[in-house]
């Protein structure tokens, strides 16, 4: 895949999540409520919940806010009940969207989103259009300065992960749900410098796009992206470093 990037690297590169970090702590502690809310507030029975305040944790979210999060969940402190929903769409070029939400009025976030698909030249599809496309993989993204080819593979492959991609100056990592925290301590054990990470939806067929397609799709990635109540945005579009340059 050298020379290509996906969505779930170009969003890094573009350091879409560095400068909304409001943003972004609004997200994860949402996160956290709902997976402490499901799972209980013990990181080490609660997979959900330890992934959740991982990436909190690498995100420089302040401990109390994540200690609140959890106590929200488990009933400690007053909180907000959430859905969760999954919203499945096309975008320009015919690509797969896939969206992962929570939220706390459901006829005003399908509205929301509905409207930004439209006004970027997409739309909303029925439910199980599009997840097909898409398997639940975990992601993390680390510089290629971070180590060298070979040991990072050994280190990812040893670990359980699946594959690792070259995607021009960062490796992505690919790893099952299983692995994924095994994956995560062997990354941090071999003092491998971890960008960014999740555990999402990961699609399994990609479409190239350029000109105005690629323009138009990255324009509707990150609007859906700065909706208040997505957590995730999955895509299965692949456009050239020279595009993104």
């Known amino acids: 895949m050298s020379g290509h990037s996906k969505w779930s690297t170009i969003k890094h590169k573009k350091a879409a999540l560095d400068s909304k970090r409001g943003r972004l702590f609004t997200r994860l ?6 997976a402490a ?10 997979p959900r919940l330890r992934s959740a305040v991982a990436e909190a944790k690498a995100g420089n979210m302040p401990a ?104 021009g100056d960062t490796f992505e990592i690919l790893a099952s749900p299983e692995a994924y925290e095994a994956v995560r301590k062997a990354l941090e054990d071999g003092k491998v410098k971890i960008e960014s990470s999740e ?17 138009q799709s990255l324009s509707l990635m990150e609007a859906l992206e700065d909706q208040e109540d997505v957590q995730k945005v999955s895509a299965n579009f692949d456009i050239d470093e020279s595009e993104l340059e």
Do not use: C
């Not at 502690?29 to 709902?34: A, G, L, Q």
């Open 29 to 34: 502690i949402k996160e956290i409520t709902v």
């Open 37 to 46: 809310k499901m799972g209980g507030g013990d990181l080490d029975g609660n």
């Open 64 to 167: 109390d806010n994540i200690k609140r999060a959890i106590q929200k969940g488990t009933g400690e402190l007053p909180g907000v009940t959430y859905d969760e929903v999954t919203y499945e769409g096309y975008g320009p070029g015919g690509i797969a969207v896939l969206l992962q939400t929570l939220t706390d009025n459901r006829n005003r976030t399908t509205a929301e989103i509905r409207h930004v698909f439209a006004k970027h030249g997409g739309n909303l599809g029925e439910t199980n259009s599009v997840a097909w496309m898409f398997e639940r993989k975990g992601t993390f993204v680390v510089p290629r300065s971070a180590a060298d080819d070979d040991r990072l593979l050994e280190i990812v492959l040893e670990a359980g992960g699946d594959d690792v991609r070259s995607d």
């Open 199 to 215: 555990l999402g939806m990961h699609p399994k067929i990609s479409v190239h796009l350029e000109g105005k397609k690629a323009q």
